[in-house]
């Protein structure tokens, strides 16, 4: 019945269930969950990647995800524990795939994780825990938060997991050169700040914007399901703050707007771990979550120009600066 | 005329072709797809490394009666090459996907095969004769002294050893970004269209610099993707009409008349979900793998994972006919799933009189269904039960716990590595071809060849 090599993980039973109220239902729930979220993860690194059959892993990790919001109880923790390392997130991935039962424990009772172990924070503020507790605040939305804050952070964890993972297809990752090392014209900066935006930028939306409460599919949807282009990128990018600074040096008047990475960098405001309270209006729309996404089955306009950000070189550099260290990015914006 | 009962009720013979025996194979050989032409003459196979094989029939011997109708190797060629996609460092499979034959229009025959981006069209061709006698050259082809010439011949055409040339006529390229699934020549023998996983592009023979897109269901955030085309195939008469397969269990007949984008379906044929046999997977099993029209241009034969059904394109809200397949796996959906066997994609093909439907499944098996008489039957290709002239004998798999009878498989003993996912119908015959990973089978009637 296996194939063979493959090691078997007893799925949790035979009989397909369609009674919901059924005890088995449940931990079925569990094991397609954690299964799909593993093959959407791993699909990419397929020798044949098919779209297919990622749209279809995604539709059913979507259904299930519903499901279980619709589910009339979910046993889910309430508490979360103290902040753990990043190591500890990888090994509840891993676990959760092995134990499918305890996944969705491992994941709501999300660690809190600092950047610098490539992770992100969750602040226990922002974590709406209790199913009973949040009803004035989050109304009839307190079980989508419940769960849609675990399947966002689920889908934040594959993403984590995926960029540590080097899948086959990712640009060798160089590391991340401070910002007084770098040379005047750089042309690859563009590519750096949006390498460093993607690398985290899910889990800053995830505070800034307070998603949390939104429905679990569409974060599921959004999360991984994005066709991300440079100029989708940076037309998000409210660029009027930076404009205005660069006036002031003087750069945009001399340069004729041909803006560097580097400059950039040096004038977006410091991050800090608590949720600022009016970020530069970068709006990070979804795309910017870097989780293994469907644009890689579509056309990559790498080559094509940014309106006022524009680099003749701008390509042929992009692969060097692709593989930015987000510590050493952290430690630049919060000298700046 | 084909009678389709004997298909069924009388017995198989083999005529096999395979390598020889114990041979290991590699990846490359597995083959991907398998199509008669029009006259049935010819059957073309590809396989996963990138090669053409075409088979053609012997013609009937009075002196040997059981010999004839054998399909022998009649040419081999690489169609594609891998190549690199160096924008998105993504290696493009030579795999051939589909073929197709053009029909036959003079002595040369045409084929369309494609890998996941590129279509090719082949010239095939006999070369039975060649020039011999020249004046200038000599038999060797050096050139001749001149002073040696005395006199004048006209150069004469004698019979040579049959060499069949095969050639590129045209290369249809750089028009999918998707990976492409199917290939289908629309009866008016001057276009075809090509299918990929969002979008269906409109081509004629003889422009390969540009095509039409006529079906585009790319969303504009790519985000929103949840349905994509898994088949497409053109009316066998009507040239205006086609139709398309969906993952989500739908199909959808478009006419082009009605629009240059055919976006909107003229009809839509989907089944209603039944909710007492919804599960997680009920989507993915829906998901239609392939679809073909009847030869009569009447009915559409579609397959999903467990469920062959034949649809009449004047009843849009239910197929005509269901047949399982392979309903014992319903219950083990979830192991199918892990090990990435649901995503499988079978085909099917109709019979020449549009009576019998046949399609493949696992452990090497695969099953025919007789429409009228609503009978069925399981036959394995492999090779102990495939000697030549070999009657094939029905097999049965028995659910877990059912009564069990001798020579019955159980479902927990089938090799799922074992899968027919290609299989061809001769046009007007019963014979059929039938693709087991690197092993070709060809079947034929038994009762029908004794009848010759």
């Keep these: 019945m296996i194939m063979k090599g493959q090691k078997r993980k007893p799925p949790p039973e035979e009989v397909e269930v369609s009674d919901r109220s059924s005890p088995m239902w449940e931990s079925q729930r569990q094991f397609v969950f954690s299964v799909s979220l593993n093959k959407y993860h791993h699909g990419q690194e397929l020798p044949e990647p098919s779209l297919r059959r990622s749209v279809l892993i995604a539709n059913t990790l979507r259904q299930v995800s519903l499901e279980a919001f619709a589910a009339p109880s979910v046993d889910m923790e309430m508490s979360p524990p103290p902040c753990s390392s990043s190591s500890a997130l990888h090994e509840s991935v891993v676990t959760a795939k092995q134990h499918p039962a305890e996944t969705f424990s491992a994941l709501v009772s999300c660690p809190t994780v600092t950047l610098n172990d490539l992770s992100y924070c969750v602040p226990a503020s922002n974590a709406p825990l209790s199913l009973k507790d949040e009803d004035e605040d989050w109304g009839s939305m307190s079980m989508d938060s419940d769960f849609s804050l675990s399947a966002a952070i689920s889908s934040i964890l594959t993403a984590l997991d995926s960029t540590i993972d080097s899948s086959s297809q990712a640009a060798p990752r160089t590391p991340l050169r401070s910002l007084e090392n770098l040379s005047a014209p750089s042309d690859g900066g563009v590519a750096w700040v949006k390498q460093g935006l993607r690398g985290y930028g899910g889990g800053w939306e995830q505070q800034e914007e307070g998603r949390a409460w939104e429905s679990s599919t569409e974060l599921m949807r959004c999360s991984y399901l994005s066709e991300l282009t440079v100029e989708d990128l940076f037309q998000d990018i409210d660029t009027s703050l930076l404009e205005r600074d660069m006036e002031v040096l003087g750069l945009i008047g001399s340069g004729g707007g041909c803006l560097t990475g580097d400059d950039l960098l040096r004038y977006l405001p410091p991050f800090s771990s608590s949720p600022p309270s009016h970020p530069f209006s970068l709006s990070l729309n979804q795309n910017l979550k870097c989780l293994p996404s469907l644009s890689s089955f579509g056309p990559l306009s790498s080559s094509s120009s940014l309106p006022s950000l524009s680099s003749p070189h701008f390509s042929s550099q992009n692969h060097v600066r692709e593989g930015l260290d987000l510590e050493h990015l952290m430690e630049i914006l919060v000298e700046s | ?452």
């Design chain 2, 1 to 452: 005329m084909l009678s389709p009962i004997q298909v069924l009720c009388s017995d198989i013979t083999t005529l096999s072709l395979e390598p020889e025996p114990f041979a290991s194979y590699t990846e490359a050989d597995i083959i991907s797809t398998v199509e008669f032409n029009h006259t049935g003459e010819l059957l073309a196979t590809g396989d996963k490394g990138g090669r053409v094989v075409i088979f053609q029939r012997e013609p009937e011997s009075k002196c040997e009666p059981f010999s004839q109708g054998e399909y022998n190797v009649y040419s081999t060629f690489q169609s594609h090459e891998p190549e690199f996609d160096y924008l998105k460092s993504l290696e493009i499979e030579e795999k051939i996907n589909k073929i197709r034959w053009l029909p036959q229009q003079n002595a040369a025959h045409f084929l369309l095969s494609t890998n996941d981006k590129t279509i090719k069209l082949w010239k095939v061709s006999e070369r039975d004769k060649r020039p011999e006698g020249y004046n200038l050259k000599d038999e060797e082809g050096r050139i001749k002294d001149l002073s040696t010439i005395t006199s004048l011949q006209v150069p004469v055409l004698m019979p040579m050893d049959l060499m069949v040339e095969v050639s590129p006529r045209r290369v249809f390229a750089n028009a999918h970004t998707y990976h492409v699934n199917s290939i289908s020549v629309n009866s008016d023998y001057q276009t075809y269209m090509s299918a990929d996983d969002l979008r269906i592009n409109l081509w004629h023979l003889d422009i390969t610099d540009r095509s039409f897109n006529i079906v585009d269901i790319k969303p504009a955030n790519m985000e929103d993707l949840t349905e994509v085309i898994t088949a497409a195939e053109f009316h066998p008469h009507h040239c205006n009409l086609f139709v398309y397969s969906s993952s989500k269990g739908t199909l959808r007949l478009c006419d082009m008349r009605e629009a240059a984008l055919c976006d909107k379906h003229s009809k839509l044929f989907e089944e209603p979900e039944d909710p007492s046999a919804r599960s997680f997977f009920s989507e993915i099993i829906s998901s239609v793998s392939d679809v073909k029209f009847s030869h009569s241009g009447r009915y559409l034969l579609t397959r999903d994972y467990l469920t062959a059904k034949v649809w009449d394109l004047n009843m849009e809200s239910k197929p005509l006919e269901t047949y399982q397949v392979h309903d014992y796996l319903r219950s083990k959906l979830c192991s199918l799933y892990e090990n990435d066997c649901i995503f499988d994609k079978f085909e099917c093909a109709w019979n020449g009189s549009d009576s019998v439907i046949m399609t493949g499944a696992y452990n090497n098996f695969f099953r025919m269904f007789d429409r009228n008489t609503k009978r069925d039957v399981t036959l394995e290709a492999s090779r102990e039960s495939s000697k030549p002239r070999a009657v094939l004998k029905p097999r049965r798999v028995c659910a877990a716990g059912g009564k069990r009878r001798k020579d019955d498989i159980s479902v927990d003993s089938l090799d799922f590595t074992k899968k027919i996912l290609h299989t061809a119908w001769h046009p007007t015959e019963n014979i059929i071809a039938i693709a087991a990973t690197n092993n070709l089978y060809i079947f034929q009637d038994k009762l029908n060849s004794e009848l010759h």
